[in-house]
Every structure is written in structure tokens, then in C-alpha cells.
């Protein structure tokens, strides 16, 4: 692998970042409603007039008096230096999405919001929506197999912000301080097995192994390494104040004796999924969903609408701001029951089913295959190709037509021209019933196959004509023997698809995901 070298120890090695000045705004309108509840996905506007399908929109979520004051954050005193300012009415969270429907006023987007809407608490500054161009925004970039030695005191190894649709993938960092970091204006973003591995010390505020303020973001099998003569106090992962996620931290590993813990003022939607932090004292905590009240320069509430999943780490703190809430579910550890405003802890000390909460969604969405496109599980053999019975051809009268498989599965199938799938199409329940010419897709799949190639099988019925030779039903909407979908789709599952350009990963959700399979097609997983 290429190795880069911080030889000034200031700064970051590698920037992904983009050279325009952000978001160009426009077409403001009011979020309208009484209440939108965290892992909403429509929304209803004063008006849509401006607006289609595809556009990207920010959705500005303002702090207000009132809010403050709910969350218990308008009279922070520090005990040395006196009040603190934890936030000001007017200051802005920025959720950054996509239209996928519009109907009347009410607009659905392409992943759920993170935070609540209390319009009761938000009244003096309206939350808005407006469509956003993104000039100089880096896409489809990636940094993968490289050492980067970070020389211990002043530099991080990589920065990202102003970026969409990037990746980090198989990467090794020495000896960093704010190693790794995905600012606030990064969406659907990888980070992949990266390994942080720290012997250095620091006499600075505690800094972090990994870093994320962005959107949509997933860290995937990470690891923060430190040895037993490193400075003590960095944290393995922390976010950054008035974020809106989601993020994703599936699988991560660290031996750091600070854990998973939102740094300072509000970013919501963290799932800690399956994460091993063997080393955090009682006073840091493996998992800290909290109010760090006067600490800092007034950090107060740091999270909210944040999951820990299966975690095991020696202590757990779970606090919870009013009107929001914080869980850990499953947990291994230690729950620190010193400090007030509990969250919400469920089946403590034994693991639940699903293991990765994640992961079955992903798979709830889109199949077991999609598991395998990203790295977990084993690739399945594909469901036959569904039959038809009478063959495709011309007919004379009406007929009823019956769709099988050799291996059981369950078969959908379509008859307005439109390829089925696991998700879409008819469920075949029986024969089908032909008064018309008629092309039928279909597709057969199981729970423990893969989805088969599409065959098409066409009819063509003519009242007083005569029967014709039938032709061949074609595989993947095809025809002339050209191999259908599904041959393109078994011959990806053969292709490993980590640390490859060409697979040009991306994330979304909520707990979203998105990847480009081997056939080029962006798949979303939720």
C-alpha cells in the first residue's frame, strides 16, 4: 500500500473537500403541521409550487426560546467561569434530502428526518424547506489502501466535507489526533475498515479517533487501537453540535478507554450496532448518550434519538433530553445510575434477536443479497427461472395461464410491461386469466435463493385466427438467447465488491445505505 507522511504535524493529510461556498438556496417555504415526529419521511409545506420530484432540499430546523428552555439548556452555569450559552434562538439545523414524491403540499423524502418538529416549541422561528444546487460539490470520490503516518501531535490523517457519494476503504493511520472526520456538509458517505493505531500523547483537549457531523453516513468494521503507553483520553468517536444524521456504526472495535460519545450540543440519529469498546472506565463510559451540562463552553445535551445496539463495553451512560429519547437495547455492561434523566434501557445484559439491527433492516428492504453486497453473509444460488404453462404464441380464444418453478419459490409477475422483483409485481397465487394479448413478466425467489432471471412470455390472442408455433419465453426481457438479469446478478455475486473503484460505494438512511452493484444500478438500503 502507499504510505503519506505528515512531516509539519498541522493539519490533515488527505481533504475531501469541495470549491464552492455550499448550498445555493432558493424557493423558501414554511413547514406547516402541529407535530412531525423524529423518522418522519413526509412532510407538509405551504406550498410545493417550484418543486419536483429529484430535488435536493434543506430542511431548516431553527432553535428557539422556548425549545431551549424545554430541554432544560437556558440556565447553564459553569462553576468557575459563570453562565454558559449552550445555543441561541435562531440557530439553524440543516437536514440535507431529496424529493421522491409530491402530493398536494405534502412532499416525501428520500430518507427520514432525525430530530422531532414541535411547532408548539418552534413557533417563533418557523422551520422552512428550500431547493438546493450544490456547485463544486466532491462526488464519487474515493481514498482506499493507503498507511498514512500522522507523526503524533498536531495532525489528523483525513478530512471530508462539501461531499456526496465518497468513501474511505481499507486505510491504516499512525499516530493521529482528530484522525478521521466527515464534516457537516458530507452525505452518504463509506468509511470502511479503517484502522486507527495510536502510541502518541497529547497535553490538548482530549481529541477523537473518528468523527462524523455529516448526514447519512456509515462506518463499517473500523477499529481505534491504542497501545498500553498512549495518552489515555481520546475518544473513539464523537460528533460535532447542531447535526442531523443518520450515522451508522456497524461492527466497530476499539481498545480506547473513551467510547462512542456525541460531543456537544444536539446531533440526533446515532445507532452504535454491535460495537466492542473492552476498555472504558466508569468515568468515560463505552456508550455516552448524555448532558454534559457546564462542560466545555456549555456542551449541555449532546444527542438525541440515538440506539445502542448489542453493545458490550464495560459502562453505559443513557440520559435522555425532554420530549426526545435515547435507547440501549441489549447492552453488556455496567449502567451508570448516578446521573439524572434516564434513557431507555431494554433487555440490559442479554442480547435481543436481530443480532445487528441494521443489518436486518437492510435485509427486511432488499433480500440476503444485499448482505452480501456489502460484505456479510454468503453469496445464495438463484431461484429456477419461473415456467409458463400454455408456452408463449398466438391463441385464438382465451386461456389461462400457470407460472411454476422447479424450486418452489415464491413467484410475482407483471403484466403492464414493467420488470418484477422480490418487492414489486403481483404475488402469484394462481392461474391467470388471459381475455386479451398479454406479456407476462415474472421472477420466482425464496428466503434461501436469490432472485431468478426474469422471463417474459408473450401472447397474443386473435378471435377466429389459428394457432401459431410458440416462441421461446426470453430470460431478462431479452430474447435472441442474450443472457437475462440474472445471469449479470450471479456473476456480481462472484465479484468482491470491497476496496474496488469501480463499486463506488455510497450510503443513505436512516439507517440507509446506498452501493452500486457490479451491474452499474444504485441500490438503496435502508
Known amino acids: 500500500a502507499t504510505k503519506l507522511l505528515n512531516v509539519n504535524n498541522r493539519g490533515h493529510i488527505v481533504e475531501m473537500t469541495g470549491t464552492s461556498n455550499g448550498y445555493i438556496k432558493t424557493n423558501r417555504v414554511n413547514i406547516t403541521g ?11 409545506v405551504s406550498s410545493t409550487t417550484g418543486y419536483s420530484v429529484g430535488d435536493g432540499i434543506i430542511i431548516t430546523r431553527f432553535a428557539t426560546d422556548a425549545w431551549i428552555a424545554h430541554v432544560g439548556m437556558d440556565n447553564i452555569v459553569d462553576p468557575n467561569d459563570g453562565p454558559e450559552t449552550w445555543m441561541s434562538q435562531g440557530d439553524k439545523f440543516y437536514t440535507d434530502r431529496n424529493i421522491v414524491a409530491i402530493d398536494g403540499n405534502t412532499m416525501t423524502i428520500d430518507a427520514p428526518l432525525t430530530d422531532s418538529f414541535d411547532m408548539a416549541l418552534l413557533s417563533a422561528v418557523p422551520p422552512t424547506l428550500e431547493k438546493y444546487t450544490f456547485p463544486g460539490r466532491v462526488s ?13 501531535q498536531g495532525g489528523g490523517a483525513f478530512y471530508a466535507n462539501d461531499n456526496i457519494d465518497c468513501w474511505v476503504a481499507d486505510v491504516f493511520c499512525h499516530d493521529g489526533m482528530n484522525t478521521l472526520e466527515f464534516d457537516r456538509r458530507s ?55 447542531n447535526g442531523t444524521g443518520p450515522i451508522v456504526i456497524l461492527n466497530l472495535y476499539s481498545t480506547e478507554e ?14 452504535a450496532d454491535n460495537c ?15 448532558n454534559r451540562t457546564h462542560l466545555g463552553t456549555g456542551h449541555g445535551w449532546t444527542t438525541a434519538w440515538s440506539v445502542a445496539w448489542n453493545v458490550e463495553t464495560p459502562h453505559f451512560l443513557v440520559q435522555q433530553a425532554p420530549g426526545s429519547l435515547n435507547w440501549s437495547i441489549g447492552g453488556i455492561g455496567v449502567i451508570d445510575a448516578s446521573k439524572p434523566d434516564d434513557g431507555t434501557y431494554d433487555s440490559h445484559g442479554t442480547p435481543v ?11 427486511e428492504r432488499l433480500g440476503y443479497q444485499a448482505l452480501v453486497n456489502i460484505g456479510y453473509g454468503t453469496a445464495q444460488p438463484s431461484a429456477a427461472a419461473p415456467t409458463f404453462s400454455p408456452a408463449a404464441g398466438n391463441y385464438t380464444s382465451a386461456l389461462s395461464v400457470t407460472i411454476s418453478s422447479l424450486s418452489g419459490a415464491t413467484i410475482r409477475y407483471t403484466l403492464d410491461g414493467s420488470n418484477p422483483s422480490e418487492s414489486t409485481g403481483t404475488l402469484y397465487t394462481g392461474p391467470i386469466s388471459l381475455s386479451s394479448s398479454a406479456t407476462i413478466k415474472a421472477v420466482a425467489y425464496s428466503t434461501t435463493l436469490s432472485v431468478s432471471t426474469i422471463v417474459t412470455s408473450q401472447y397474443t390472442i386473435v378471435t ?24 449479470f446478478a450471479a456473476l456480481a455475486a462472484a465479484v468482491a465488491v470491497r476496496g474496488a473503484l469501480r ?14 452493484d457490479a451491474k452499474g444500478a444504485h441500490q438503496k438500503i435502508q
Open 187 to 241: 452525505r452518504r458517505c463509506t468509511i470502511e475498515n479503517v484502522i486507527i493505531d495510536r502510541a502518541n500523547t497529547t497535553t490538548a483537549s482530549p481529541p477523537n479517533d473518528f468523527s462524523g457531523t455529516g448526514t447519512q453516513l456509515f462506518f463499517n468494521k473500523c477499529q481505534a487501537l491504542r497501545s498500553t503507553t498512549a495518552d489515555k483520553t481520546f475518544w473513539t468517536f464523537s460528533s460535532g453540535s
Open 34 to 44: 402541529s407535530y412531525i415526529p423524529s423518522g418522519s419521511r413526509t412532510l407538509t
Open 353 to 363: 434477536s436481530p443480532s445487528s439491527l441494521y443489518l436486518a433492516q437492510l435485509e
Open 140 to 152: 464519487q470520490a474515493g481514498l482506499e489502501k493507503i498507511f498514512i503516518e500522522c507523526n503524533g
Open 276 to 290: 466492542r469498546l473492552p476498555n472504558a472506565p466508569a468515568d468515560t463510559h463505552g456508550i455516552a448518550y448524555k
Open 503 to 516: 463499486m463506488r460505494r455510497r450510503t443513505s438512511g436512516a439507517l440507509i445505505c446506498r452501493l452500486r
Open 258 to 271: 473513551s467510547g462512542i460519545s456525541p460531543h456537544q450540543r444536539w446531533y440526533t440519529g446515532i445507532l
Open 464 to 487: 377466429g385466427g389459428t394457432t401459431a408455433p410458440p416462441p421461446a419465453s426470453s430470460g431478462g426481457g431479452g430474447g435472441g438467447g442474450a443472457p437475462g438479469l440474472g445471469y
